[in-house]
């Protein structure tokens, strides 16, 4: 078991639909980040969030942390093909330093 | 202008060999990461390096041996590969400024294959 689990792993759904991707741990963290990962490249961050509660929108994103900050979620309104890639939330625990743990991954397809 | 770059992005070589990847990053960042990920495209820490310091060391095989010549340099040597070590690995660096908030920046990986 990994210390933070997201789900589901593999999504596959059509332009224009609605997506959540959660992200998981019984363990409480100072801050959150989702990154999205393409082919052949690294990671690339598109939020950080650090208070309980929390909702912050990129666009047609919307991410939350949770009240406890053990979990946080990721929804995709009318999803496009560009949004396409893997989605990785990573967390620092609380008094665990600088260390950046990463979530298991959601592999998104979004198809025409 | 990149802003972390790995060396070389793809290795196939035998086991039993040693290998070495090189990273470089010139965003004036003074904390740099090695991370692996694994054909389930999980992604996990190896070490991480402040100012030339090591401060984070996983229970990762002493066959792995980071070097950090300069804050701006993390190189990854690999003693007597192994099948398992075939993965893609990541340099990233970032600011070590409060422990919460830090972005982390990605190189674009180099892909390992072990025969």
């Known amino acids: 078991t990994q210390l933070l689990e997201q789900s589901p792993q593999f999504l596959s759904i059509q332009e224009g639909e609605n997506l959540t991707v959660y992200c998981n741990s019984s363990?409480?963290?100072?801050?959150l980040q989702w990154y999205r990962q393409e082919p052949g490249e690294g990671p690339v961050l598109l939020v950080t969030v650090v208070t309980g509660g929390e909702v912050k929108k990129l666009k047609r994103l919307t991410f939350q942390f949770g009240d406890a900050r053990k979990d946080s979620s990721l929804h995709i309104t009318a999803a496009q093909t560009g949004d396409t890639g893997l989605y990785l939330c990573?967390?620092?625990?609380?008094?665990?330093?600088?260390?950046?743990?990463f979530g298991t991954g959601t592999q998104l397809k979004v198809e025409l | 202008d990149t802003a972390v770059s790995q060396t070389p992005k793809y290795l196939v070589t035998q086991m039993g060999n040693d290998k070495s990847i090189k990273c470089e990053q010139n965003l004036g960042h003074d904390t740099m990461y090695w991370y692996k990920q694994d054909s389930k495209k999980f992604l996990k820490i190896m070490f991480s390096?402040?100012?030339?310091?090591?401060?984070i060391n996983e229970t990762v095989p002493n066959r792995f041996s980071p070097k950090s010549p300069d804050k701006a340099h993390l190189n990854l040597h690999i003693n007597s590969l192994e099948l398992g070590d075939s993965a893609v690995y990541f340099c990233?660096?970032?600011?070590?400024?409060?422990?919460?908030?830090?972005?982390?920046?990605f190189g674009e990986g180099s892909r390992l294959t072990v025969l």
């Open positions: 363990s409480v963290f100072s801050s």
């Open positions: 990573a967390g620092r625990l609380t008094g665990g330093g600088n260390k950046l743990t």
């Open positions: 390096y402040n100012n030339k310091e090591l401060i």
């Open positions: 990233a660096s970032s600011h070590r400024q409060g422990p919460n908030t830090g972005e982390l920046f």
